[in-house]
């Protein structure tokens, strides 16, 4: 009989495996870290539990190195040991059926989990590392219980790979935007994720909301909630790089804040290497205003706190795309990071502000 099909999953890009090799419940952490760095990707057979147990153990054998002299050194030290520890423990390789069954004894029934992030299976077989399983079985309980986000009437249904509003400053500096100004807009939401920016402005009195996203999923997953929340009326969602074809009296935009490259699709969300993507919507925010409209832009500037760009840069651009501040809002960082002591980075998260900046085309002045 022919062998069947098997279908690579990964969420971060990565190539295929090109060597695999069966493990059971005798491979040991010290034994399996030293297989992987070799370069070796082990395709589990064992018990559910154990190779979560397997998982844990590895992480906690991972050297953590602390060598940073400023805070930039230690969030770039902190990445890199985050990347390296996903792209090690990513080798832990599992198996499913062509009914996303997963083939472990004591495994939990995944299999609507799978069916809802990666669609039908067609009959193959699926390999996934089971990091990367695992983090979609959270994801799957925060869609079953809800988020609920401050100034959002109803539940947020996360979706696995899109962004979430579990840092809720910028979404409550929504609360800052004139009543006049969202009465009866039509509103851009560019880079919707949940879809929650728009939904907040539609229950405000927006008129009705064009969203985009450059993912699939995160379109997929903001549809879903306007339905939920009984919206569906009043806003689309289609897969787009930055705005929507026209023009709307408000374009909402929760920029990527850190200018570095993103390592994976879901790093996009927060990632933009020399901000390129902010400059782009900077320099298009004119042509898609309508007369007297707004351009709303949310923004940390933990990027100024860490040396990563200097506090005249977002001034530069906007001149550069001439735009002026009309009006702005800041809100300190409440997020948990902003509160752990013992992290390097403390002292910068701790003075982390994400601002909302109202906007408008010079010449309108």
Known sequence: MPEPKVVWRSESDAPMYTRLTPVD???RADDALRRVK?????????????????LTAMGRRLERPSKAKSALEAFREEREARHREHETLSRIIVALDAQYRLQLSRAPDVARTCLEVWGDAHGATTHVSFKTLLGML??????????????????????WGVFTPTRTEYVELLAK??????KGARVF???????????????????NVVATDIEERAVKCARENAKALGLANRFSASVGDLFPEGRAGLVVFNAPWIPEAPKNRADRAVYDEDGAVLRRFLSGLAEHLEPGGLGLLFLSDLPVLLGLRSAEWLQEQLSAAGLEVVWSHAGKAHHPKAKTRVDQLHSSRAKEVTTLYALRPRSET
């Open 138 to 159: 959270g994801a799957a309980q925060w869609r079953a219980k809800g988020l609920e986000v401050p100034g959002l009437k109803g539940t947020l249904t996360p979706h």
């Open 38 to 54: 070799r370069g070796e990707h082990l395709l589990y057979t064992g018990d559910f539990h154990n190779a979560r147990q397997l």
């Open 25 to 27: 419940d005798r491979l």
């Open 177 to 182: 935007v004139p009543v006049e100004a969202v």
């Open 189 to 207: 939401d560019v880079g919707t994720g949940t879809g929650v920016l728009g939904f907040v402005l539609l229950q405000r009195g927006a008129a």
